[in-house]
């Protein structure tokens, strides 16, 4: 474990409760009533308490108040302008990048705010029960945790990025003929998960064949009206980038 467990623990909380948890209904009600926004909120405080067992603080009370406010501030004014200017395109990828962006602004904040943050009883008997000193000292729970929040995020938090860039959340066409939920979102998540873990591996030159592979079988395996090949460049755009980030910090 280190200094940053905390902040690991705090982002796997936010992948669960902004997108593993966040259904396309829930997206719905959000847009049509406030009910849709306490479900949501809701979740994603159940997975900051959760972090509660082994950090339990005033000071983490008090952190995970100002995450759980900023969190319904951000959402509410994204809700609202969505609503007021039916926001679709570059616009509506624009706002999903500041939204997260805002996230992890107070995430960080309140990690750096509040240190050290240093883990209860409960926490550090847990710990030590699961993982050798050995694996302690190589920081392997802070790689399960991050490793963990990364693959759900090229995986359903993948499947959204890549849906608003490429427009897709709005053409009622496309998603007609890709009727079939294999037909580019299950592809698109194993085709990330293949190319994050590789690249984490540093394995590049089989990510280029992972890469190359997927272009042939959209050239010759998949309809010409729902091939996707400006998907397929976001798809694998996010993966490469989690992967540096990835190995930036570990």
């Known amino acids: 474990m280190s200094e940053n467990t905390f902040l690991y623990f705090m982002i796997i909380a936010h992948v669960l409760g902004d997108f593993?948890?966040?259904t396309s209904q829930i997206v719905k009600m959000k847009m049509k009533s406030n009910i849709g926004?306490?479900?949501h909120l809701i979740i994603v405080l159940f997975f900051?308490?959760?972090i509660g067992l082994f950090y339990f603080s005033?000071?983490?009370i008090f952190a995970i108040s100002i995450i759980f406010i900023s969190h319904y501030i951000i959402d509410y004014f994204k809700i609202v302008l969505g609503r007021k200017h039916n926001i679709s395109g570059v616009k509506a990828s624009l706002s999903l990048i500041a939204d997260q962006?805002?996230?992890l602004f107070f995430m960080l904040l309140v990690f750096y705010a509040f240190k050290p943050w240093v883990m209860n009883n409960l926490g550090y008997d847990f710990i030590t029960a699961v993982f050798s000193k050995t694996q302690l000292g190589s920081n392997l729970p802070d790689?399960?945790?991050i490793f963990s929040a990364f693959i759900m995020l090229v995986t359903r938090g993948g499947t959204v990025f890549v849906k608003t860039f490429t427009g897709r959340f709005d053409n009622k066409i496309f998603n007609e003929k890709c009727k079939n939920y294999f037909d580019g979102v299950v592809i698109g998540e194993v085709e990330r998960i293949i190319i994050f873990v590789l690249f984490i591996l540093k394995l590049y030159i089989f990510v280029v064949?992972?890469?190359v592979l997927k272009l042939v079988y959209q050239r010759y395996c998949v309809k010409e009206e729902i091939c996707?090949?400006?998907g397929t460049f976001y798809s694998v755009i996010l993966a490469i980038l989690l992967g540096t980030i990835y190995n930036f910090i570990f």
């Open 20 to 22: 593993t948890f966040q």
């Open 37 to 39: 926004l306490f479900i």
């Open 48 to 50: 900051y308490l959760l």
């Open 58 to 60: 005033p000071k983490y």
């Open 101 to 103: 962006i805002l996230h």
């Open 143 to 145: 790689k399960i945790i």
């Open 209 to 211: 064949f992972a890469i």
């Open 228 to 230: 996707d090949y400006k």
